[in-house]
């Protein structure tokens, strides 16, 4: 059976948990090193990028993680998730993990108040429009040559893949539709694939 | 696209869990607690501790803090207004404070009513001592709870009754039928809907914190134990001899909250908590969580 972890340092990852077991596959919480061994594919969960940095560095786990990224595995970063991948964070000097070919934006779309739901349209996932979640999300800024835009609101990039990365500015653990968390299983299952 | 939805309210507070929620008075402050790994700070006058020594009304804090404080970090700010002051609530919102808490910390404006909270964009968090407490707030439109505790005490024991209390309330209503439903909600002055709903979840709708007399890395890491979601600490960092080394030690206490190795670790060479109070030598009218019902 396929087993996706949860970085499980800070943020929502129960939600996670309920939405990689609704689409068929093994969840394992995430919280030291030496359990990147026993998966297929990580998510990095919504929750505070700071907070999650820092229990990163505390615990040792940069490294780790930036060799389960070398080895190809899968990852996909939900919002906090997506600032931890992202190759360049606007106005910082220095990535977190930076390993997805995308430059992102801290709280991009304003303060707690102006967080709101919005319909998508998601290249690769059939079906009713897909309501997002956004909560003082950021969002992709650009996207490198090999990175595919997957969805758009208001022409600001939310869902993009670079390769063996999926990254996105809203929250697909706050709702019942799981698709984009099976479509994330796909990647991990067939990651040749490019749905 | 549709702003201030239950899904966006409450998953803000969704985003908190496993995290440390701070009181900062100040922007050096609110800067110390980002560093340190707060998820949230909360930008106030006076920490319970003063409030609770000098005296006098405790309002909201003075607008001009908040606002320095939003400038200073990048993490969510969070401000209290008084129980059932609908304009200062209006006025914190309209400043873009993340998250607002109806607080029995500072003296209620309203001691008969609470705040409309679904009337409002900005999410709210209020204190509870039962599960009854807690659904009422629900129904006003919450998005995230707390135990009451007894803020500015540095004593842990009543937040440890009021988690206790709310858990083995839901448990309870989780293992009763339907049919007994109706008068547990009587019982509880409760709606029966919203308990059918906990019924049917297994949980809150909503995440539950730890808050009032957490004072040391073990105080945090045993309202986890004892099922909190996260954890407020108001008085005891920036009441210690240490605050930025406390700060760090009760968020990897948090964290790890089952890793006691760990917790030793942290919690040596942190200097001296703040000094705690016995809950007993509190009068009636002196203890905060008496304050709103």
Partial sequence: MTTIGVLGLQGA???????????????????????????????????????????????GLMEPLRAFAASGKPMFGT????????????????????????????????????????????????????TAVFIRAPHIVSAGPDTQVLATHNDRIVLARHGQFLGCSFHPELTDDHRLTEYFIQMVESPAVVI | MNTGTDRVKRGMAEMQKGGVIMDVVNAEQAKLAEAAGAVAVMALERVPSDIRKEGGVARMADLRIVEEVMSAVSIPVMAKARIGHITEARVLESMGVDYIDESEVLTPADEEYHLMKSDFTVPFVCGCRDLGEAARRIGEGTSMLRTKGEPGTGNIVEAVRHMRKVNGQIRKVVNMSKDELMTEAKLLGASFDLLLEIKELGRLPVVNFAAGGVATPADAALMMELGADGVFVGSGIFKSDNPEKFARAIVEATTHYQDYELIAKVSKELGTAMKGMEISSLSLEDRMQERGW
């Fill in chain 1, 79 to 130: 919002c906090a998730g997506l600032i931890l991948l992202a190759g360049e964070i606007t106005g910082y000097d220095e990535p977190h993990l930076g390993v997805m070919d995308v430059v992102v934006e801290r709280n991009s779309f304003g303060r707690q108040k102006e967080s709101f739901e919005a319909d998508l349209t998601i290249t690769g996932i059939e079906g009713d429009p897909y």
């Fill in chain 1, 13 to 59: 990852v129960r939600e996670h948990v309920r939405s990689i077991e609704a689409g068929g596959a093994k969840a394992v919480v995430v919280k030291k090193a030496e359990q990147l061994t026993e998966i297929d594919g990580l998510i990095l969960p919504g929750g505070e990028s700071t907070t999650m940095r820092r229990l990163i560095d505390v615990y």
